[in-house]
T-cell receptor, first 114, second 110 residues
């Protein structure tokens, strides 16, 4: 247990569906992250929130829409995805303190787009 | 941009053997982490080590920031050590500069 939970753990969706991934951290951290891990590729940073404000968006397609209602919860809303979006989506959190920003990861959501 | 390389890409060990995994990075970094990703995809924190040496049981890590590399030592390996080991570096204070290496895939056989 890392203190970061993600639901659902597995998701299969069609290209016309709309779904949401949820992440919750119980560590009192200020920053939260979404990463994408495709087969045979390094983890790619998608979005970063610090104190509920988005601070980074790494040129992610608009079919991925993040939401951070408070510092403990992070969502990733999905719509009209493509088969190449199938991947493991990982959420992480960190203290976001100057000089200390260790990241802790959730178990991930394995997404398959048909 | 910064390059993060890990070696070897794949490693097979007999149970009980020792190993050293390496992470090279091409620019100065503020932070460096080592993770173990288990077969179910969970990333487990091993070390947060921007410089110096740390030890935790059978694992230890050393980062030489001035020479831009970090080493992860695994001693007396066990089958549960199997998985992928990633290093991740953070540059400056910009969040978009969290860069993961490609990983070392480790298989420990009985």
């Amino acid at each position: 247990e890392t203190g970061v939970t993600q639901t659902p753990r597995h998701l299969v969706m069609g290209m016309t569906n709309k779904k949401s991934l949820k992440c919750e951290q119980h560590l009192g951290h200020n920053a939260m992250y979404w990463y994408k891990q495709s087969a045979k590729k390094p983890l790619e940073l998608m979005f970063v929130y610090s104190l509920e404000e988005r601070v980074e968006n790494n040129s992610v397609p608009s079919r991925f829409s993040p939401e951070c209602p408070n510092s403990s919860h992070l969502f990733l809303h999905l719509h009209t995805l493509q088969p190449e979006d199938s991947a493991l989506y990982l959420c992480a959190s960190s203290p976001d303190r100057v000089g200390y920003n260790e990241q802790f990861f959730g178990p991930g959501t394995r997404l398959t787009v048909l | 941009g910064i390059q993060v390389e890990q070696s070897p890409p794949d490693l097979i060990l007999q149970e009980g053997a020792n190993s050293t995994l390496r992470c090279n990075f091409s620019d100065s970094v503020n932070n460096l982490q080592w993770f173990h990703q288990n077969p179910w995809g969970q990333l487990i924190n091993l070390f947060y080590i921007p410089s110096g040496t740390k030890q935790n049981g059978r694992l230890s890590a050393t980062t030489v920031a001035t020479e831009r590399y970090s080493l992860l030592y695994i001693s007396s390996s066990q089958t549960t050590d199997s998985g992928v080991y990633f290093c991740a570096v953070e540059l400056g204070t910009s969040y978009d500069k969290v860069i993961f290496g490609p990983g070392t895939s480790l298989s420990v056989i009985p």
